[in-house]
Structures are given as C-alpha cells and as structure tokens.
C-alpha cells in the first residue's frame, strides 16, 4: 500500500457541485498538506496542517477548505466547484523528525480533477 | 508570495543527451531541492542541497546549490528514456516561510526520445 493515499484518483464534476478530496497516510507524519498544480505554475500551496488541532491556509486558500479528522487524514473540500479549480491535487507529509527531515515531503498520486 | 523561476519550461532531447534545467528566485534559499514528477505520481525527492556552493550527485544527477543562494541547478548525464517526467525545483528558507514551507518551481517538462 501507497504511504499517501489519495482518493478519488480522477473525479468529474459540475459548476457549483460540493467535492471532497481525501487523503489518509501511513508514514505517521504530523504534518500534512494540499498542493495544487497547475501546467506551468509548479505546486501552490492551498492548506497545511501541522497537527489534528492546527490548520493555516496557503498562498491559494481560497474556494478551498480543510478538515483534519486525525493524524492519518486530512481531506480537501470545494464547496461550490468552478471551472478554474480544475486542476491536479496532490497531498503530502512531512515529519522534521524523519530522516529527510522538513524537506523530505512524501507526495501522494494526485487526484485529477474536472470542474466542467 | 515568493517565486522560483524555473527553465526550461520543457526539453525534447535524444536519448544519450545530457540535459540542464535551473531555477533561480529574487530571494535567498538556504535549502534548494530537486524532486522528480513521473506520469501519474506525486513528486518523488531526488536531490537536497544545504550549503552555498554544495555540489552533490546521486547517480547520474548532479545538483549545486548556488554561491548567491539564489540559484541551483540540475544536470542529468547520458539521459535514458526512464528520465521523462517533470523535475521540480523547491527552496525553503524559515525567514520567509511560515511554519517552514517549501516555495515551488514551476517545472521543467523532459521528454527523450529512445
């Protein structure tokens, strides 16, 4: 099994539909976090969590909101889709802790994602 | 927000080739990271540099952190066609970071052509 798993993997949706990305880890890291890509731009940061009970927005919080439900899942909602949320979701850990240390950022697989 | 200029945006290279990306930023990085994107995975770290002027390989790889702590680049020697993806470059610096964040490049398309 995947250390970060994310769910779905590629998920349709319509303009103004609520949709929760989820992700649940095996690594035991305290830190969580919700990047999107977009072609051209790298990875922007839209939520990180550095415990169950601390939560801070990214450079592009908003439309986005965040709930971490334990250590092991941290999920991504939109509440009202649009087209330009349309775009790949990667969620990552990270433990200061571990051998990588802060840097070493463990991504999952992406979940694709079509507002239309 | 800060910003990692990456470039090239893509390279469409044969097989053998080796191959050069950079990045470069107006603010100072005292980490710079390379990680590796593969069709349908997350990124997947490939190389981390913590010193001003640190070289440091990892196979066919070679990374250096630059001197003015602006830069880095990225070289990989005798591409294979198991090197396509898209190589991200990353920088973390806790003076302008909250919480010790990482700022993204926005990376460098390889396609090699066997």
């Known amino acids: 099994d995947a250390d970060v798993t994310q769910t779905p993997r590629n998920r349709i949706t319509k303009t103004g539909k609520r949709i929760m990305l989820e992700c649940s880890q095996t690594?035991?890291?305290?830190?969580m976090y919700w990047y999107r890509q977009d072609p051209g731009l790298g990875l922007r940061l839209i939520y990180y969590?550095?415990?169950?009970?601390?939560?801070n927005k990214g450079e592009i919080s908003d439309g986005y909101s965040v709930s971490r439900q334990a250590q092991a899942k941290f999920s991504l909602s939109l509440e009202s889709a649009i087209p330009n949320q349309t775009a790949l979701y990667f969620c990552?850990?990270?433990?200061?802790?571990?051998?990588?240390?802060?840097?070493?950022?463990?991504f999952g697989s992406g979940t694709r994602l079509t507002v239309v | 927000g800060q910003q990692l200029n990456q470039s090239p945006q893509s390279m469409f290279i044969q097989e053998g080739e080796d191959v050069s990306m950079n990045c470069t930023s107006s603010?100072?990085?005292?980490?710079w990271l390379w990680y590796k994107q593969e069709p349908g995975e997350g990124p997947v770290l490939l190389i981390a540099?913590?010193?001003?002027?640190e070289l440091t390989s990892n196979g066919r790889l070679t990374a250096q952190f630059g001197i003015t702590r602006k830069d880095s680049f990225l070289n990989i020697s005798a591409s294979i066609p198991s090197d396509v993806g898209i190589y991200f470059c990353?920088?973390?610096?806790?003076?302008?970071?909250?919480?010790?964040?990482?700022?993204f490049g926005g990376g460098t398309r390889l396609m090699v052509k066997p």
């Open positions: 990552a850990t990270s433990d200061p802790a571990s051998g990588t240390g802060i840097y070493g950022y463990t």
């Open positions: 690594k035991g890291h305290d830190r």
């Open positions: 969590s550095f415990d169950v009970k601390d939560i």
């Open positions: 603010s100072i990085f005292n980490t």
């Open positions: 540099l913590y010193k001003a002027g």
């Open positions: 990353a920088g973390y610096t806790p003076s302008h970071n909250a919480g010790n964040m990482l700022t």
